[in-house]
């Protein structure tokens, strides 16, 4: 009978040595110094889970089968300069006990640094979030990290806190017992065990991330970005730092006035999104499965890894990334959307179409050298063609794969922009425009990307508000700040007259070619007014500018009439004239 034979082995440890080999480097965590998602009430039940003794998961690790001669991960100067095991499952909870026993900060979501504090009553055995309350209250120890950063003995410690607890109210001889021995089971955390299946050096990152989803009760998966960012851990830690940074000051608003910044109205992007533009760039590659391999200096005919390899494709990646952070490139991009009527954040439905572009403007900027006025033009078509038909909705990597294999065959700017716009044509045909986009206009959907094409598109052709003299882009400028939005979408028929005549289905009352752009303050006054009653009663208001109220009307898609049509017939109709300026806004690019 033949042996089970595993990919993993089992090692016990205590939380003591996990704090050792992260100290020497032996266990690389790089989650100390990246975004940290758990909240500080889950760090403190994660402590009080272990101080009842309960179980809190196995961890997982990989063993490193990386070579010598490569950065360690984190700060610090380090024993072992490449960990020997990296953490697959259970970095979120080392983080935690790691950031409270050697009082670390850590990094939010938003890449703020801030402290984990977790407070204990020694006097009830409590747990909590440490807050002004507690911190006044001297039966609290506000931040349990001080204990082990103290210089103070665990008697010393003890007394201490009777002292302190003592003049709230005096504490009999049981009670001070009941405290030593508390405080006791809290400094004896360290010796709390934890059990780690370690995965064999030669299991691939494919079966890795199988395994994690397999074991992983929360159903999270990793992805090739996950392990490729943990490459740059290891082997090039300052061009992950260099992410971060760029996404970290992405999200601020620069503090003086004319201050270079990756800040934007557009995308806060992730490290890992970034690195999908870097390897497109770099390696013309919109899969990363095969870049890893790449990467980690994997000789295709060999499968041997070698230094010399991996060097030279870090290299690659490093220019790429080089031009992908440049903040030139960065705003000049983002200028190629505002051209093609995309003012915000809100109007973006796809940011791989957004990531993606910004691949394709450099590739065409600095591999083929295209004129920038040429490029910002022809950028901001692709990324109105790739948003509005949702080029990357499904199976985005295999799409850009394809994209990026067509733009290797390219030598020149002007085949460059000849391919894009053939790529374009393709699609945007005329049964497109007149068939498919009205069909696609038939939704309530608010996250719709034709949606978002049809206000970009009235941007780009001036288009003013219904009932006002104010253009849309005007009111829709990210840039203001005001208490209320000054436009809103507003239900041509409203919702109150569709209910009070048989309609009541949300779907169909929020259908998008019922809604327009109207100032707040109309909106308000329409209320649930017959469509024939209020647009007789704003037309006066326009009575002396027949063109301008004829343009409005146009420009916002509605029919002749459109006021005494029946519901059903206006949305028809409506939709046919929506993807009419889509595409009218399309052709002005």
Known sequence: MSELKTVFKRVDYDLSNLLHYIDLGDIGLPDIQRPFVWSNAKVRDLFDSMYKGFPVGYLLFWENAAVDGVRQIGDGNKAHKVPNRLIVDGQQRLTSLYAVFRGRRVLDANYAERQIEVAFNPRTSRFDVADAAIRRDPEWIANISDLWSSTRSSRKIVNDYIEQASRKAPLTEDEEEIIAHNLDRLFDLQKY??????IASSVDEEQVADIFVRINSEGVKLNQADFILTLLSVFWDEGRKELEDFCRQSRVVPSRTGEASPYNHFVEPDPDQLLRVSVAVGFGRGRLKSVYQILRGKDPDSAKVTVGLRDRQFEVLKQ?????????????????LVGAGYRA??????QNA???????????REELGVAEHILQRTIGRWFFFTSLTGRYTSSP?????QDLNRLKGTATGEEFVSLLNELIASELTNDYWTITLPSDLATSSARNPQL???VASQNRLGARVLFSNKKVAELIDPALRATKKPLERHHLFPRGWLEDNGVEDLREINQIANYALLEWPDNIDIGKK????YFGEIEKRFADQPEVWNKMLADHALPDKWQSMKYPEFLQARRILMADIIRKGFESL
């Open 530 to 533: 017959a469509p024939f009653d």
């Open 397 to 401: 990597e295999s799409v850009m794969e």
């Open 354 to 364: 957004l990531l993606y572009a910004y691949a394709f403007y450099l590739w065409g």
């Open 193 to 198: 065990p934890f059990t780690a299946l370690e």
């Open 345 to 350: 954040g809100e109007m973006i439905s796809s």
């Open 320 to 336: 790429a990334q080089k031009k992908v952070l440049d903040l030139r490139n960065w705003h000049q991009f983002l200028k190629a």
């Open 452 to 454: 978002f094409a049809y």
